[in-house]
Every structure is written in C-alpha cells, then in structure tokens.
C-alpha cells in the first residue's frame, strides 16, 4: 500500500517568520475573544492556520463522546470545511466509524501527525485507505488535537493540508494552542452556574500563573524557590479542581474565571 505522508514529495517553504507567526497569534487570540458566533471563532481559525498552509479543518466530537452533562444537552458543535466530496465520501462509506484519528484520540492528550498513526503497527489497513482516499481528495497530511474535558467529554480538532510534508513542530505547537483556545470559547466550559468557582489557594494560583506564561515545573520551582515535585503537587490540586487533565486548558481556565491574571 501506497504511504501518502512519504516525505519524497517537494516539500513546502514556509515564509513565515517566527515573529510573525507570534504576531499571528496575538491577533488570533484578540479576535477570538471578540467572536460571539461559532462562525466567527471558526472564520479566525482558519485565517490563523492558513499561516500553516493548513487550508483545512474540522472541530466536533464522536457522538459516542458527547457529553451528557451539558447544558445544551451534549451536543458539542460542529464546524469543518473540507471539500464537500471527501464529506460525501467518509458517509457513504462509514469512515466516521472506523476514523483512525479519533481511536489514537482517545489514548493521547498532545497533538500527533497522523502520519505518525499511519506508520504505527497498530493501525489496520482500513484505517490507513481512510488516510490513503483522503489524500485522493487534496488531504495530504495533517495533524490531530485531542480536546479531552470534564465527565468524559471528547472533541478534536483536525488540521489538513494539500501538502505531503509534515508539519514542523512549531507550527504544531501554534495549532495546539489555538485549538484549546478555539475549544475553551466554543464549547463555554468554563461557565460556573452559581456562582461555584473552584478556590485556589495562593500557592496554587502562583503554580498556575507561571504555567500559563509557559513555565515548566522545574522553572516555577526556581521562581519560587520550592521543590519541582512542590510544584507538581500545586499544579495538580489546580487540575483537580478545575477538571481538566491538561496543564494548558487549566491555566486558561483559570484566567478566564479570574483565578489568575490572563
């Protein structure tokens, strides 16, 4: 079988520099923040990932992970753009059930290329004509961010583009982020009814404050002058309190709700 994410192809030159690509994202960010439609927050993505060349996307989450505990009653949102044959196509011939981004979702937390899933020996041939036909239809390569939240809540986020060479780690890392952000703004899961916002003690918000400017455990250790397995401790009771297994979503979290300075 045929590897679509063979990286003999002409690779792709990306022209944008780092700082520009900072610059990027501080404006996606000041964006998002002023969307009030999924539209809107949708419409940013896109314009932020095409930095990436990712022209592709699709958000939402398996039915068989939507969240019951939710107000709207589960139903995480969906939005995607890609071509409207290759949606056609994935329903005619169920590949919503046998996706192969969706099953390495469920046991990850990071963002992984799916040429990664493709060339991993637990992948069965079915699942690697899903990436195969998709690289038929303009979908070359691409990169996957599970959104695991509270009470066994699961969405992704799928980025895709026309070229065959992956994307550079930084590229993924910027994707990352925008996912969570994205994710956090469309899903509302950082709405407390209530008025029941998680207390944190001062040394949690000072753990959690220094993970949100992207400081590692050992860095806030030397920060405040405590033991890096001090920090962990901190930054745990944050996660358990604000539900979530991501240190990223609980800093946001935590901005968002006023537990923190954003």
């Given at each position: 079988m045929s590897d679509p994410f063979s990286l003999d192809a002409p690779s792709y030159c990306e022209v944008t520099t780092d700082e520009e690509v900072a610059v990027a994202f501080d404006m996606f960010l000041s964006q998002l923040n002023g969307a009030i439609r999924i539209e809107q927050l949708f419409d940013r993505l896109f314009v932020f990932a095409r930095n990436f060349n990712c022209r592709w996307i699709a958000y939402g989450a398996p039915a068989q992970f939507q969240d019951p505990h939710?107000?709207?009653?589960?139903?995480?949102?969906?939005?995607?753009?890609?071509?409207?044959?290759?949606?056609?196509?994935?329903?005619e011939k169920g590949y919503d059930k046998i996706d192969p981004t969706v099953k390495t979702s469920r046991f990850h937390s990071a963002a992984f290329r799916w040429s990664e899933v493709y060339k991993d020996s637990s992948t069965t041939d079915s699942e690697r004509r899903v990436f195969d036909e998709a690289a038929t239809f303009g979908l070359r390569s691409g990169v996957t961010i599970p959104l695991h939240g509270p009470c066994g809540s699961f969405s992704t986020m799928n980025f895709a583009q026309t070229e065959t060479r992956?994307?550079?780690?930084?590229?993924?890392?910027?994707?990352?982020?925008?996912?969570?952000?994205?994710?956090?703004?469309?899903?509302?899961?950082?709405?407390?009814?209530?008025?029941?916002?998680?207390?944190?003690?001062?040394?949690?918000?000072?753990?959690?404050?220094?993970?949100?400017?992207g400081k590692s455990s050992w860095d806030i250790g030397v920060i405040l002058g405590i033991s890096q397995n001090t920090v962990n401790f901190h930054v745990k009771n944050v996660l358990r309190k604000l539900e979530t297994g991501s240190r990223t979503v609980a800093a946001l979290k935590a901005a968002r709700l006023g537990l923190i300075e954003p």
């Open positions: 939710r107000q709207n009653g589960g139903k995480t949102p969906v939005s995607l753009n890609y071509p409207p044959e290759w949606q056609e196509h994935c329903v992956d994307l550079e780690n930084i590229a993924v890392a910027y994707l990352q982020l925008a996912a969570l952000h994205f994710h956090l703004q469309v899903v509302g899961c950082l709405d407390v009814s209530g008025g029941d916002i998680p207390s944190l003690s001062a040394r949690e918000k000072e753990c959690i404050r220094w993970v949100a400017k």
